[in-house]
């Protein structure tokens, strides 16, 4: 050991004793053993709140779709986007004013999805109940934010790249568009919806 790896050795040592005395110092008490890895799970649910809980989670599960059931979005033809690449899509006989204010940011977003952290199973879930919902309160435009995240395995921002794919298959959207800088950029998109008859 050199003298250099000997003088790094006490100056840690003497930081380390040095914050060990200003802890005391401030009254901080070491935990009884039994106690360091206990968390505190808060207080207990009576059993008709678990009832209640477990009667909602049941509720839930017969309006949601099963998870074996087939999806409305498929992964037929995902093409690759770039993680800065803008998107842009547009029924052919939709008004080109509509299309600009959407580009621009100027129909206001009513709710928004965030897929960050999502597999690609997971996402395509999470858009479809988010459509879903959107189109039962009517909402006119929602923002999705997509991200960029690059897959190394895939070689392009996979949820990005399906979401592009899934949008344009859906019918009830009208368009999409890479959203405002301040709204997420290329990481995230506006959708138009079809309004409600």
Not at 100 to 115: F, P, S, V, Y
Not at 177 to 191: F, I, K, M, N, Q
């Amino acid at each position: 050991m050199s003298d250099d790896d000997l003088d790094r050795s006490s100056a840690e040592e003497d930081e380390a004793a040095l914050f060990r005395r200003a802890l005391r110092k401030a009254g901080v008490e070491r935990l009884k053993a039994e106690l360091r890895n206990r968390a505190d799970p808060g207080r207990r649910s009576s059993a008709s709140e678990r009832d209640a809980i477990e009667a909602r989670r049941r509720a839930a599960e017969t309006l949601d779709r099963p998870l074996d059931a087939p999806s409305r979005l498929s992964d037929g033809r995902v093409e690759p986007v770039s993680p800065s690449q803008p998107l842009l899509f547009a029924l052919n006989d939709l008004d080109q004013r509509l299309i600009t204010r959407l580009k621009r940011g100027e129909i206001e977003w009513q709710a928004g999805l965030d897929l960050h952290g999502y597999s690609v199973e997971e996402a395509r879930r999470e858009l479809e109940g988010f459509l879903g919902d959107a189109l039962e309160q009517h909402l006119r435009c929602v923002l999705v934010v997509h991200g960029k995240a690059w897959s190394a395995a895939a070689g392009h921002p996979l949820i990005k790249s399906h979401v592009n794919a899934w949008l344009r298959e859906w019918p009830e959207v009208l368009a999409f568009s890479s959203a405002t800088p301040g709204d997420g950029g290329t990481g995230a998109l506006y959708v138009l919806l079809k309004r409600a008859r």
